[in-house]
């Protein structure tokens, strides 16, 4: 290991867990008076530990986006409290603390490139930083290389696949050494190709350089490789655990409008049937042994 | 496939002239449109050349490119041409019924035709030999001495940046929502003016909510990058004089000091130009 | 109505230093009342093809014939008559709507059509109906203030009120949440039904295509390299995936479980079908 070490953080420097929110809830301010303010979120508790991978999942409505924009700073809750290695959301002072710790990457992947050309676009959350010239140069370069861009280092954005911009954009918010990122949903607009690069590199962050990842989507077979999955339904969390516990609840996801993976879903219709299968199969061998044994 | 349009002209040679600080090729150009209209005289003209027919060659930019910047000026340099020669009045030369030349009007056509052609051919060698991006970055660095716009000088050039950055993307999407419509079966080319601008609303609707929509997404991804304004920020790439700048400086006052003295001396020249 | 593709080529930018040839010589005969599955990876030529098909782009040579006519050998009118017959809703749709109403909104191609006002009328309430909406409801609501599916809703609807009777749909659930997802190819599967439109979907989701194609057109690098039943191209698992492509997940399983039970079908592409033949050939009772 060279100096990426440095992105392992199994104790963030406060002691703090990364991500807390506690009795957070939330409702959109509506013009009209006589109209009932809808909950976005109601009553949120989530923690996030240095070096988790934390998968939010729900549709699209069920309050995962308000809860990013919280964590971000970008909307103050009406109550409750999040914080960022205790640092607390509400706290204006904090918040370009909060935003360089907890980096932040969205679903349009045009829509958060900034410069006309990949390296300086990389740069930007540097200079907004005031990091030395020199040191800004080698940050790129290696941030492009860790996201596998180092080629496009000169490239036009709009030259790039959708896949590729997101990559861009992760090298953007890496370049500025957060202790955690926040996907919110990165990989919505893109077709199967781009969203395999992004997850494969949101992976290889976590696995590979201890990257705290706080994934939301609403693939689920995104959230295979997750430590937790959260699952959001109306503004409130409905269930929380590791992938096999979550995926087996095929019943509750469906009635929440939520895919399963499709072999999951095979074994659970043919647990119906009376077969003696496990609950938790996730992959097509795992299927094929359990139904060869 | 608005892809591979090129924003502005910018024509990447590598050449000494693209490698000069945007700085210098701003100041520089702004210089020379200046002189051009100090200087009186054919010598000095035939400076303004000289030192611009240089710069060309230096940039390796291809001849044609830089001629077809005129293009669009030929109507003018005509006219130009042929207003000033008719209609200057003085020692007529040549008449016929209304239409006369006089000695000062041929003068006049000539220079003056001359001078927007040295003045086009100027600048567009400028945005051929410096990428959008390094423009905007000497705007910014030139801006920023000047008291009065000081404080304006980041936010401008970072307007102008974000504005480079979006119109491929906002070329794309104006093709898909024309094309939308037409599947729609609008039909944008037949009927009065009236009908036809009316025909425009289901493409410039759409295309300012996205625009907005960009705006306020981009906003926000901006600020979570910590962006706050100019206080405090740093850059990539600082600009900084190197000897090839000093050069072009002492090149730029030497020209400028020629063509301001060219004023000055007087012409035993066989032209009728005094 | 049939289209009938012929030789199509199509090249972008030819003569200049970025010529790219998109279609390369494509030759499809695409059958009335079929729903037909368009797949291929991104920079396949997939949109290319469906913006030839209603006349929006010209062909560098080659054409397309909708129920025999050349419709790109005909006049302006005509031409924007093909675009009523073959409806052509393109990706991300909802960045289309301009009206101050939804059902604004919809009646703007009826309107193109120069239809009567009671038509237009009808065909509106028709359309949004028919994409699950409640036409009462939403009819005087603005189309920006809309969620997200809503939104893309309205915007097909208003490619369905001038009913086409060959319906393209460029990705019609891109960026959507499962539900939102079902929701619209249930409707479309619903009108394709009912009417016996031509559907021809463009899509990523190799299930998705599983379970509603009756054809799949395959396209790889501007070429048409399978028009089939979904059973015959899926049965071409090595040759899809050099391809970028995939099949359903249910396919690879089906195909794994032939090695122990040689009798399985394994032509199968939903999860129910994959249950009903494993209860066949394994038995109800066999794990019981």
Redesign the interface.
């Known amino acids: 290991m060279n100096e990426q070490t440095a992105y392992i953080k199994h104790q963030s420097p406060s002691g703090e867990p990364i991500i807390r929110v506690e009795n957070l809830s939330y409702a959109y301010p509506v013009e009209d008076e006589n109209q009932e303010p809808k909950q976005a979120l109601s009553d949120i508790n989530l923690t996030v530990n240095p070096g988790e991978f934390v998968g939010i999942i729900g549709?699209?409505?069920s309050g995962k986006s308000t809860l990013s924009k919280i964590l971000n700073g970008i909307i103050v809750p009406d109550s409750g409290d999040a914080w960022i290695e205790g640092m607390n959301t509400k706290d204006a002072e904090k918040i370009w603390d909060i935003r360089k710790t907890a980096g932040m990457v969205f679903q349009n992947p045009d829509n958060q490139l900034v410069s006309s050309v990949v390296e300086t676009d990389v740069a930007f959350g540097m200079e907004n930083l005031g990091v030395p010239s020199d040191k800004i140069k080698e940050k790129v370069t290696e941030v492009l290389d860790m996201v596998g861009m180092s080629d496009y280092r000169k490239a036009r954005p709009h030259q790039l696949?959708g896949g590729q911009k997101q990559r861009i954009a992760i090298a953007g918010i890496l370049a500025m050494k957060p202790d955690c990122i926040i996907f919110d949903e990165p990989t919505?607009?893109l077709?199967?190709?781009?969203r395999g690069e992004v997850m494969k590199t949101i992976l290889d962050l976590n696995r590979n350089h201890g990257m705290t990842v706080l994934h939301i989507t609403?693939y689920m077979s995104e959230l295979v490789n997750a430590d937790r999955i959260v699952v959001m339904d109306n503004g409130k969390i409905v269930a929380v655990g590791t992938p096999r516990e979550i995926f087996s609840k095929v019943a509750m996801l469906k009635k929440i409008?939520?895919?399963v993976?499709?072999?999951t879903?095979?074994a659970y219709?043919?647990r119906q049937?009376?077969?003696?299968?496990p609950q938790d199969i996730l992959t097509?061998?795992e299927?094929?042994e359990a139904?060869?044994h | 496939?608005f892809k591979?349009i090129t924003l502005g002209q910018y024509y990447p040679t590598g050449s000494v002239i693209h490698r000069l600080d945007p700085r210098t090729k701003i100041n520089f150009t702004f210089a020379y449109i200046i002189l051009l209209f100090v200087v009186n005289n054919p010598v000095g003209y035939l400076i303004a050349i000289g030192i611009l027919a240089l710069v060309i060659a230096l940039s390796k930019i291809p001849f044609v490119y830089v001629a077809r910047g005129l293009k669009p000026l030929i109507f003018i340099v005509v006219l130009t041409f042929v207003l000033n020669m008719f209609m200057t009045p003085g020692q007529v030369l040549w008449q016929w019924k209304f239409l006369h030349i006089s000695r000062q009007g041929l003068k006049l056509s000539i220079f003056m035709s001359l001078r927007l052609v040295l003045l086009v051919t100027g600048t567009s060698i400028m945005t051929l030999a410096t990428s959008p991006m390094d423009l905007t970055d000497g705007m910014e660095a030139d801006m920023s001495v000047i008291p009065g716009i000081k404080r304006f000088a980041h936010d401008l050039a970072m307007m102008m940046s974000i504005a480079l950055r979006f119109i491929p993307t906002l070329m794309e999407?104006t093709d898909?929502?024309i094309?939308?419509?037409?599947?729609?079966?609008?039909?944008f080319?037949?009927g009065n003016l009236i009908e036809r601008a009316k025909a425009l609303?289901?493409i410039l609707?759409?295309l300012f909510?996205?625009a907005f929509r960009r705006a306020d997404e981009l906003a926000t991804a901006m600020e979570a990058r910590c962006y706050r304004g100019g206080a405090g920020r740093t850059r990539m790439y600082v600009l900084s004089y190197q000897k090839a700048d000093t050069i072009a400086y002492v090149v730029l006052a030497a020209t400028a000091a020629a063509m301001i003295l060219s004023r000055f001396i007087s012409y035993p020249w066989p032209f009728p130009f005094n | 109505m049939s289209l009938k593709i012929e030789h199509l080529d199509h090249i972008?930018?030819a003569g200049?230093p970025?010529e790219?040839q998109a279609l390369k010589d494509i030759n499809v005969e695409l059958e009335d009342g079929c729903f037909i599955a368009l797949i291929g990876?991104?920079g396949s030529g997939k949109s290319t093809l469906i913006?030839h098909l209603?006349g929006?782009i010209e062909p560098t040579s080659g054409t397309v014939y909708l129920d025999g006519q050349d419709i790109f050998d005909q006049s302006?009118e005509d031409l924007?008559k093909t675009?009523?017959s073959v409806?052509?809703?393109?990706q991300y749709?909802e960045?289309?709507?301009?009206e101050e109403t939804v059902a604004k909104d919809v009646a703007?191609?009826p309107k193109?059509?120069k239809l009567p006002e009671d038509e237009i009328h009808e065909r509106v309430k028709w359309a949004i109906e028919m994409v699950g909406l409640d036409y009462g409801k939403i009819k005087d609501v603005s189309p920006?203030e809309l969620?997200?599916?809503q939104m893309r809703r309205v915007a097909i609807a208003?490619?369905l009120a001038?009913r086409p009777k060959v319906l393209i749909l460029d990705e019609p659930t891109?960026?959507?949440?499962?539900?939102?997802r079902d929701m619209i190819l249930g409707q479309i599967q619903k009108l394709h039904k009912a009417a016996h439109n031509t559907v021809i979907l463009v899509s990523?989701s190799m299930?998705d295509v599983g379970r509603y194609a009756d054809r799949i057109l395959v396209m790889y690098h501007g070429k048409a390299v399978y028009y089939d039943t979904p059973t015959q191209v899926f049965r071409h698992v090595d040759e899809l995936e050099k391809m970028?492509l995939?099949v359903?997940?249910?396919k690879?399983?089906m195909r794994?479980?032939k090695k122990?039970y040689p009798e399985i079908n394994d032509d199968l592409f939903t999860?129910?079908d994959?249950?009903d033949e494993?209860?066949r050939v394994?038995g109800?009772?066999?794990?019981?």
Do not use: W
């Open positions: 549709h699209n409505g696949s919505a607009m077709d199967p190709n781009g609403h409008g939520l895919d993976p499709q072999m879903e095979l219709l043919l049937d009376g077969y003696d299968l097509i061998r299927m094929v139904l060869c | 496939m591979d999407e898909k929502i094309k939308a419509q037409k599947a729609r079966g609008a039909d080319e037949t609303i289901p609707v759409p909510v996205s | 972008y930018a200049s970025f790219f990876h991104t913006q209603n929006l302006k924007i675009r009523f409806g052509l809703v393109f749709p960045h289309q709507l301009f703007y191609g193109n059509l920006f969620s997200g599916g208003g490619v001038m891109a960026g959507l949440d499962p539900h939102g990523h299930e970028g995939a359903p997940q249910v690879y399983l794994a479980l122990q999860v129910e994959a249950r494993i209860e394994l109800r009772e066999h794990h019981v």
